[in-house]
């Protein structure tokens, strides 16, 4: 008798844990253990943020480091540096077909709308009047004769009032780049 009331005090105890452990609530987790890791105060980019000395959430980035896949790039933005740089800078790429497609990948998105889908510079800025000056024809003697050094490095740091693409474009994309208008636009 005694067993078989243990067995059903036991048995209860199990049906009542199971039952009050279900929860009809499904957006309810449950318990919170540690709130302040649950409910974090977020801070957005551009507002004040008292957790840093300059009361900013968004900080530069720290001195001296270098994003992931990327190199420091030796040369500035002057007429000598440009010049060294043709003279130093080779391209380590094949003109095979997949790196000339990817050129005219890279061309399309951040060449074209300047210097024309035929390098021409007559591209969709510059004809549509958004743009007053003309970007440089990449079929030009110049820039024919021009080491691939230079075309790379302009492409890299801007010339002129051709801004930067450094940032954007990756080195070996910079390069495909290269190869599309030596191989296709100016083969043409």
């Not at 959430?57 to 896949?69: D, S």
């Not at 743009?131 to 050094?149: F, H, I, V």
């Amino acid at each position: 008798m005694k067993l078989n009331n243990g067995i059903i005090i036991g048995l209860t105890l199990l049906v009542v844990g199971t039952l009050s452990s279900c929860d009809h609530n499904r957006n309810n987790p449950g318990w919170q253990y540690a709130d302040d890791m649950v409910q974090s105060a977020a801070y957005e980019s551009y507002t004040a943020n008292p957790n840093f000395a300059d009361g900013k959430t968004m900080q530069p980035k720290v001195a001296g480091t270098i994003a992931r896949g990327m190199m420091p790039y030796p040369f500035q933005k002057t007429d000598e540096d440009r010049l060294k740089a043709g003279e130093s800078l080779e391209n380590p790429l094949q003109a095979t077909a997949a790196n000339r497609a990817r050129g005219k990948e890279v061309y399309r998105i951040y060449c074209s709308s300047c210097h024309g889908d035929r390098g021409d510079g007559q591209g969709l800025l510059y004809t549509s009047r958004k743009y007053p000056y003309p970007p440089a024809s990449l079929l030009s003697e110049k820039m024919r004769t021009a080491p691939d050094g230079e075309i790379y490095h302009v492409i890299s740091v801007g010339w002129g009032i051709m801004a930067e693409h450094g940032s954007m474009i990756k080195p070996d994309d910079r390069w495909k780049a290269v190869l599309y208008v030596r191989n296709t636009l100016q083969s043409q």
